[in-house]
């Protein structure tokens, strides 16, 4: 194994130092990480999955089940790269996976002297028991014992993009075939997109000899591709997933990471084919490779893997490989299983020196820790070759995991002992290995040696001493196919699922056929009976944060800002997400913590005032001739007697009778209304409204128009409020007379008109204060000038929940107005949506739980989600605290809960606890209304 002195495509000008465990080797501008491993002597790269068995380089692409690797470190580690496929970069630092403590000496090793006890279903057998709960002791263990890499910590180091984009043809593939569709369709005037997976263009062609004819090709093609502007060439792209309507899923790699969404008008699909291994004793040792990849290796990077090579083969494939290893000098046996082979082939393979056994087959690779050796069996007799290099070809499978994404059920083909896609539709096509044609150049009159003249002779399997793997990655054995069948997994996804076969990073890309062959085989039926497995995406792993793209942290949701957002930043606001907005949580001037600041804020509340943002409520104007018996309608409570310049709180239900929002509703003249919705029903409440005047009630004359944007809005609490709202906007238009409680009216606020309702949401004297977007930052400060302090979202929560308000929390869906202690806000003068479906039997009376107070029993917290019982527990519990608080009013947590008949249990002791927190205490059932039952404070 080594470098060769001159040929290859890399650039020996441009010299490269990396790691590999520690340890630094040079490579070569051109090469992958597998390239430079093998160019410095490194044959061992990894362990395997299970048994932590010594794992070489097996192929040269995205096949690759063995050199997993971790690339990067620290936060920028990426686990479960390929080797293979990992372009070599200045200071690269890789590491093996999988091993301890060293890859050299890995202890875990020990393992395979239990390797007849730990076959197919081992972990269903073994760790069911004793209990339900004895997998989570197990699998602490187990995952230490077998697995792949480590996922990083911290945030990810590398930048991350999402791009749409759109063309006529997308090709997937820049092999000859690839090249030529994209020619044509080019020339046609058609938009294309070359997506490639390799960081260079020309598939399996970059395999052959530097003067060879696909060469030459490659390099017309190449030419011509550059010079047109019709075509975009994307390489490090793996074309993932195919899903609706002709849209693909690319992921790119490089310096950042893109995930392309592309709409193609038509895809041609020009990925190729994967090549096979035989299924033998010891063909997971290192030095066993695929016989193609070899070829890969010595010409495109200038490698020679081996100088004693056996050659293992059942077709023409193999041929050209043996001819290449034997120029660059290496000792080639060739052992093909077919008995006779075409006499121009044969003639080539004898003038190169490469010694040709027919009808013969590796049975068994032998050596310690790599391959030292192989016995050949012919004719019932077995001879050893030494040889420190395995070449094996069982034939090909060509990718039709996309077409077959696509809803194209592959089909077998018996001349090419493999699936090929099923019928092109009409979004796509197959060409060249893709579709079963491996001609060296398709589509071409170039004339080559490499077109098989022979057919191909099913082999999936040869018998021998010792473990043979089918599943490399997962140490999939012949025998645990064999087991599996015996105990009655006959499905091809129930074999997948039990023996692990075709599962992991390669999704069995060179191991799902010869399984299939394999159970076909052991049940006396052909392939196409046993069928194949479901494709989906992805083809091949792709990262969570190539996926996520940049909508991380800030940007994983849409957020929005209310407009008083600035002054936030002003007063030194800490923010917190709020369903889609961005609401100020407490202010650092009344605390450093917001345990601390948030009851500062709620004292403030209680003895002088406050403003708080409340922009995010939903506001709504509702207006017609018909707009007072559209709110009766959709309200529970009555509207039509509501007069100008007042407000009505009004709850509403859905059409089955639960609670579905709240909020108040001024009356602005005789047709126009003004409607406030919870911050989180804002869009749910204006989409019902639409649809039902326009589906149920279309000869109503009303319009509504959602206004949430057009005001700012703050609350103003406290018993000195409207002592600083007569400092901005006179005392005479915020007296007790002029402005009455649930009164409206329009005032003037720091040069600019406002709209000031008296509501309170804490129930202390209040103020709603709505003022133009684009001016509410001005009223802000007018106010804030005038003496007001700040409280925030936390301050708020704790405020409603003292004052017995129910809110999301308690409006959950699942909960009625008699459940709320609402009962008296259903009128029984009039119909309302819900009205009937609300008197339903069961959504009312002592077996439904029902809004109570909890005061608690000690110091213990009481917390959100806790579940009740008032003795034992018991399945569900009781019932569940939904919002709680520690109260500066009362020195004790409160808490709102809903309780089973929980009206009829004031005064008794109820057992609270919380199994996520592990916490345990009691409480006392009380009135919802813990402080200022009878509204005293706020009509003041």
């Not at 598939?203 to 030459?216: H, I, N, P, Q, V």
Request: net charge neutral; proline share 4%; aromatic share 8%.
């Amino acid at each position: 194994m080594r470098r060769l002195d001159k040929g290859g495509d890399v650039d020996r000008t441009r010299q490269l130092r990396f790691l590999f465990d520690g340890r630094e080797y040079a490579g070569f501008e051109g090469d992958t990480l597998a390239s430079a491993l093998l160019a410095n002597g490194v044959r061992l790269v990894g362990r395997s999955f299970k048994y932590h068995r010594p794992r070489g380089i097996y192929s040269a692409g995205a096949e690759e089940p063995n050199a997993l690797v971790s690339i990067g470190e620290g936060a920028g580690e990426q686990p479960n790269l390929l080797a293979t496929t990992a372009e070599l970069i200045e200071d690269l630092k890789a590491k093996s996976q999988n091993r301890w403590p060293s890859l050299q000496f890995d202890l875990l090793a020990s393992s395979q002297l239990l390797a007849p006890l730990l076959g197919a279903g081992f972990y269903y057998k073994t760790f069911m028991g004793p209990g339900r709960r004895a997998w989570m002791a197990y699998e602490h263990f187990i995952r230490r014992a077998a697995g792949l890499g480590q996922p990083p910590r911290g945030d990810d180091a590398v930048p991350h993009e999402t791009i749409h984009e759109h063309c006529d043809v997308l090709v997937v593939g820049s092999g000859l075939a690839g090249l030529e569709a994209a020619l044509v369709a080019a020339r046609s005037g058609a938009r294309v997109i070359i997506a490639e997976q390799d960081f260079a263009l020309g598939g399996a062609a970059l395999s052959t000899r530097a003067r060879s004819a696909e060469r030459m090709v490659l390099a017309e093609r190449l030419e011509s591709v550059g010079a047109l502007t019709e075509i975009a060439v994307l390489t490090r792209t793996q074309v993932f997933g195919t899903y609706d309507h002709g849209v693909y899923g690319l992921a790119q790699g490089g310096t950042t990471h893109r995930l392309r969404i592309v709409k193609a008008e038509r895809v041609v699909i020009a990925s190729g084919a994967y090549e096979r291994g035989i299924v033998f004793s010891g063909n997971d040792k290192p030095g066993v490779m695929l016989a193609a990849s070899v070829r890969t290796y010595l010409n495109r990077f200038g490698v020679l893997c081996g100088s004693r090579v056996v050659l293992c083969t059942n077709n023409d494939s193999a041929i050209e490989p043996a001819l290449d290893l034997a120029a660059a000098g290496a000792q080639v046996t060739y052992v093909d299983s077919r008995s006779g082979m075409a006499a121009f082939d044969l003639d080539r393979l004898r003038e190169a020196g490469v010694d040709c056994r027919l009808a013969s087959t590796v049975c068994q690779a032998r050596g310690r820790g790599r391959v030292s050796a192989v016995d050949v069996r012919c004719n019932g007799s077995v001879d050893k070759v030494s040889c420190d290099l395995v070449c094996v070809s069982g034939g090909w499978s060509p990718v039709v995991h996309l077409t077959s994404q696509s809803g194209a059920k592959p089909v077998w083909s018996n001349n090419h002992n493999a699936f090929l896609p099923g019928p092109g539709g009409p979004e796509w096509d197959a060409i060249g290995a893709a579709a079963g044609d491996y001609r060296a150049v398709p589509d071409s009159d170039v004339q080559a040696d490499t077109c098989w003249r022979t057919p191909m002779m099913p082999l999936w399997k040869a018998e021998g001493r010792g473990a043979a793997f089918v599943d490399l990655q997962n140490d999939v054995t012949l025998k645990d196919v064999e087991q599996a069948s015996d105990e009655g997994f006959l499905s091809v996804e129930h074999l997948k699922r039990y023996t692990t076969l075709g599962m992991g990073t390669d999704q069995g890309k060179t191991s799902n056929v010869p399984g299939l062959a394999l159970l076909a085989w052991k049940h006396a039926k052909t392939i196409p009976e046993v069928g194949t497995t479901t494709f989906r995406p992805p083809f091949s792993p792709v990262s969570l944060g190539t996926l996520a793209g940049s909508e991380v942290g800030a940007h994983f949701h849409m957020y929005r800002r209310s407009p008083l957002h600035e002054v936030h930043d002003e007063d030194g606001a800490v923010m917190t997400q709020s369903g889609l907005w961005e609401r100020a949580w407490f202010y650092r001037e009344n605390g450093a913590s917001v345990d601390d600041a948030y009851i500062r804020e709620m004292e403030l509340v209680r003895s002088k005032a406050a403003i708080c943002d409340v922009s995010t409520l939903g506001k709504i104007e509702v207006e017609g001739p018909d707009s007072a018996e559209f709110l009766n309608r959709i309200y529970t409570n009555g509207w039509k007697t509501l007069a100008i310049g007042k407000a009505r709180w009004g709850v509403m239900l859905r059409d089955d009778g639960y609670v579905f929002d709240d909020g108040t509703t001024s009356r602005l003249s005789e047709c126009k209304y003004f409607m406030t919705t919870t911050t989180a029903n804002a869009g749910a409440v204006l989409a019902r409204l639409e649809f039902l005047l326009e589906t149920v009630w279309p000869d109503l004359k009303v319009h509504v128009t959602a206004v949430s944007d057009q005001w700012a809005a703050m609350a103003l609490a406290g018993p000195r409020s409207r002592k600083i709202l007569a400092k901005v906007c006179g005392a005479e238009s915020v007296s007790n007379a002029a402005l009455p409680f649930l009164g409206l009216r329009d005032v003037e606020i720091a040069g600019c008109d406002a709209r000031i309702l008296r509501v309170s949401f804490s129930g202390e004297l209040a103020y709603e204060i709505y003022a133009p977007a684009r001016r509410g930052a001005d009223v802000w400060r007018a106010l804030r000038a005038a003496g007001a302090g700040l409280y925030g979202l936390e301050a708020l929560g704790a405020l409603r929940i003292e004052k017995g308000h129910v809110a999301g929390n308690e409006m959950d869906g699942r909960t009625t107005l008699d459940d709320l202690g609402l009962a008296h806000m259903a009128s029984s003068k009039k119909p309302y949506v819900g009205a009937v479906l609300a008197q339903r039997e069961g959504l009312s009376g002592p077996r439904r739980q029902q809004l109570v107070g909890l005061e608690a029993a000690n110091d213990a917290p009481l917390s959100t989600g806790a579940v009740l019982a008032m003795s034992v527990f018991k399945g569900t519990g009781d019932g569940r605290i939904t919002s709680a608080t520690w109260s500066p009013s009362l020195g004790r947590f409160i808490a709102l809960a809903l309780l089973r008949d929980g009206r009829a249990k004031y005064g008794q002791t109820v057992n609270v606890h919380n199994p996520a927190r592990g916490l345990m205490t009691t409480a006392r059932v009380r009135d919802p209304h813990f402080l200022d039952p009878n509204g005293e404070r706020m009509r003041d």
